[in-house]
């Protein structure tokens, strides 16, 4: 049969489209569109604790104070990034000696009946418990505009809340950001010697330009530049550390953390979102954690996310802290080098959208 003309081809077409059948499809398609335009993920493999360590945990929120409990990790979720959070878990999963001993603690926004369904989809065996940002539109009154939009969300803020969210049982907790995978067992981590007197541990990078986290009218002022003295402050990341909650309620650092966002509102300090009033709070008080365990700025800088390489020494765990994510870069199809070491762990089943991260 010979093929048909163009027109006739066309107008085939036209009539499929508009049949019946067609018309349910796209009533079906819009019914279930908020359900379609979030992401999907596969299946994880299971991994099993070794002989050595203690009864693996009960899949979901029970056995959040179970004394069979090795590691608590703190997360934050939301759509945008879960992509991010599933590779980080599973990398904490694959590379440690006691899977089934680890308890994940989520702090979620908005989306919880998802973020929950999605979680237990993907890592049928996890123990895990998703918790409100009960703080939320306290936090977002406090948030000054940062030089990214994606710093000023008030659930970058949420690892300052942890101590109030999460149960007192959990008293050390390992938090990780969602841009970053484990290539170590993260118990090495967890057990970081934290010296009486101190809440937080985290790798400090001493030879950074500290000056440069603070506005200049901040170090002109006698009364604010006076915060560090006596203290050997140095710059460290949020996106790793590790933090006594017991200790942190002693001390009343989130109150201590809003004090300086507050002040933030009424002069300008500094410009990079919720990462100075840590600093401020404390840099040159923290233990020190090996330089392994945070392989950070991977994700470039804030401006244009550039491939950067790592630093020298050994590699624990990859953080692409910075404007650059990797899953995005890969859908991008002009992945950094060192993205191809993320992807192994990337669960996403398709990409229904791009993330705008401006």
Not at 17 to 40: F, T
Not at 61 to 90: E, Q
Not at 94 to 118: E, I, N, R, W
Request: with cysteine.
């Amino acid at each position: 049969m010979p093929p048909l003309p163009l027109a006739s081809s066309l107008l085939l077409l036209l009539a499929i489209l508009s049949s019946p059948s067609s018309a349910a499809a796209a009533a079906a398609k819009g019914r279930d569109g908020a359900a379609s335009s979030m992401p999907r993920f596969r299946e994880a493999p299971q991994f099993y604790n070794s002989p050595s360590c203690p009864p693996p945990l009960p899949a979901g929120p029970a056995a959040a104070c179970s004394p069979n409990t090795l590691v608590h990790v703190a997360m934050t979720l939301d759509v945008a990034y879960l992509r991010g959070s599933m590779a980080a878990i599973l990398s904490v999963l694959q590379h440690t000696a006691c899977p089934q001993s680890v308890f994940f603690h989520f702090v979620a926004s908005s989306a919880a009946g998802y973020l929950d369904a999605t979680i237990a989809g993907a890592f049928p065996s996890l123990a895990f418990q998703i918790y409100p940002f009960a703080d939320e539109q306290r936090v977002a009154g406090l948030i000054s505009t940062s030089i990214r939009a994606a710093l000023d969300r008030p659930l970058n803020y949420a690892r300052s809340y942890l101590a109030r969210l999460l149960p007192e049982c959990a008293r050390r907790v390992v938090y990780l950001d969602s841009d970053l995978v484990l290539v170590d067992d993260i118990a090495g981590l967890a057990s970081t010697p934290i010296p009486d007197g101190l809440a937080l541990a985290a790798p400090e990078y001493c030879n950074a330009n500290f000056t440069s986290y603070f506005t200049p009218t901040f170090w002109a002022n006698p009364a604010l530049s006076v915060a560090f003295e006596g203290r050997r402050a140095c710059y460290f990341n949020t996106g790793v550390m590790v933090m006594e909650l017991g200790r942190w309620r002693d001390g009343g650092y989130t109150e201590k953390i809003e004090e300086w966002m507050e002040l933030q509102k009424r002069m300008r300090i500094y410009e990079l979102g919720s990462l100075p009033p840590f600093l401020l709070v404390f840099a040159g008080r923290i233990a020190a954690v090996e330089h392994r365990w945070n392989q950070h700025g991977l994700g470039g800088d804030n401006y244009r996310g550039l491939c950067r390489n790592l630093h020298p020494g050994p590699v624990s765990l990859l953080h692409w802290s910075g404007k650059g994510k990797p899953w995005a870069r890969l859908d991008a199809g002009r992945p950094c080098p060192l993205d191809a070491l993320w992807a192994p762990y990337d669960l996403l089943l398709r990409s229904p959208f791009a993330i705008d991260d401006s």
